[in-house]
């Protein structure tokens, strides 16, 4: 192993945070929660009552129509146990690329779970439930820092990963790990899976407040890169900004597993982790939705109806395209496909699973195309009928949002 890829392995860490909230000053902006005719739902007694975002999602409503049924996301993080309740199941086959002891099962850290759970949980037994609970989970286990301490791991676990992803029949990967070193291996195999066809999502990084550096996979111009934002549609302090920035999903005051014991649950989580999740989730719902639909077409539609208040075509450096909002898509039936073959992230040729002919290519602007902003986030609504529906913003942002604390979640640096 060279000393770069040493220093690249070292810094490597999952990207959700096990604090709190610490303290904000914020901008004026809520996620609006509200349909036409339906009924507020039953408060439950377990940790599905904490998921407030299901709410705002309008997620009853859109498993009405979608569950993200027929759709495979593939877990790159920490190992995903296929035992809990909620994942019962729910995880297949998937590969160990660590090299160490254990297979895709043994969840080291409880991380990679939650992760699977926020995706793809039934909430049997009162578990996460998934924003697509239809979805069906390929894990892949890779090593953290702390991990990588213990035990001799695979130098190239995420390459491995991936492109056993890319190889599979899964259409989504969802990823949030992250490195701020680019590798080379790493980098040919994101392209390698943008060219079978697969829909990648990685987060952008918890550490705004600790330098913002920019944060691999989700740097790669074929990965979509999230930002994390709060109750209110606010960037979080934490989430790290700039071109990496795509799009944006909840990530704010989540639950996720205390740890590797699983055996309770612990609130609070904030972390560009749960946001990638979330999207990951959002994509599953569309593309079950329109099965036909290839990956670029799925993501035109998820940039077309997202939540912003800024000029369709340039992007927010916190919140790229704006706040994901799968259900103005699903229930609806807003937003532009666009040409089957052309990334809406690069605007270049994509070869991959083809799909029945599509409108034009939606305006979307390339990743080194994004543009600076003032404001970080607000909205108008979006709806025939006046009424709000999904993630909206009702306000304009008028400050940065300001807060103390460090949010990365790094196993050696774990807060609780």
């Known amino acids: 192993m060279t000393a770069g890829m040493s220093q690249t392995r070292k810094r490597r860490t999952p990207l959700g945070s096990r604090g709190r909230l610490l303290g904000t000053m914020a901008v004026a902006a809520a996620w609006s929660v509200g349909f036409a005719g339906a009924a507020p739902s039953a408060i ?24 993200g049924e027929g759709v495979k996301v593939a877990v790159i993080d920490t190992g995903v146990n296929s035992s809990t309740p909620s994942l019962e199941g729910q995880v297949l086959k998937g590969l160990d690329a660590t090299g160490a002891e254990g297979d895709e099962t043994d969840d080291y850290d409880g991380h990679g779970t939650t992760m699977a759970e926020l995706i793809a949980g039934t909430g049997r037994g009162g578990g996460l439930k998934g924003l697509a609970p239809s979805a069906k989970i390929v894990p892949m286990r890779v090593a953290d820092a702390e991990f990588q301490k213990k035990h001799s791991a695979n130098a190239y676990d995420t390459a491995d990963s991936i492109r056993a992803a890319a190889d599979s029949d899964v259409k989504i990967i969802s990823m949030s790990f ?43 111009p074929e990965v979509v890169g999230v930002s994390s ?37 612990c609130d609070g989580g904030n972390g560009t982790s749960a946001a990638t999740a979330i999207a ?83 305006s ?20 025939d009928d006046g009424s709000q529906l999904g993630l909206i913003l009702t306000g304009v942002a008028v400050v940065l949002v300001l807060g103390v604390g460090a949010f990365a979640f790094a196993r050696k640096r774990r807060t609780t």
């Open 44 to 67: 439950a007694a377990d940790v599905q009552s904490k998921q407030w975002y299901l709410s705002a999602m309008q997620a009853d409503e859109m498993w009405k129509t979608a569950t």
């Open 229 to 265: 934002a709060d109750r209110g549609g606010r960037v979080a302090e934490y989430s790290q900004n700039g071109s990496t920035v795509d799009i944006a999903a909840p990530g704010n005051d989540i639950p996720y597993w205390c740890d590797e014991t699983f055996q309770n649950y």
């Open 364 to 383: 979307q602007p390339a990743k080194n195309e994004k543009a600076e902003d003032a404001a970080l986030a607000g909205s108008s609504p979006e709806t």
């Open 280 to 362: 990951s989730a959002s994509a599953a719902l569309v593309w079950s939705a329109h099965p036909d639909w290839t990956a670029n077409q799925v993501l035109n539609v998820l940039f077309d109806t997202a939540s912003r208040d800024w000029e369709k075509g340039t992007l927010s450096k916190y919140l790229g395209h704006g706040l994901i909002r799968p259900s103005m898509n699903i229930l609806k039936g807003k937003g532009t496909p666009g040409a089957a073959d052309i990334s809406p992230l690069t605007k270049e040729k994509t070869s991959g699973s083809a799909a029945s002919p599509a409108a034009p290519a939606s």
């Open 178 to 220: 992250g490195s701020d070193f680019r590798m080379t291996r790493e980098a040919d195999a994101v392209k390698y899976a943008q060219s079978k066809g697969k829909l990648f999502f990685s987060a952008v990084g918890n550490e705004a407040q600790e330098g913002n550096p920019e944060s691999y996979p989700a740097a790669y």
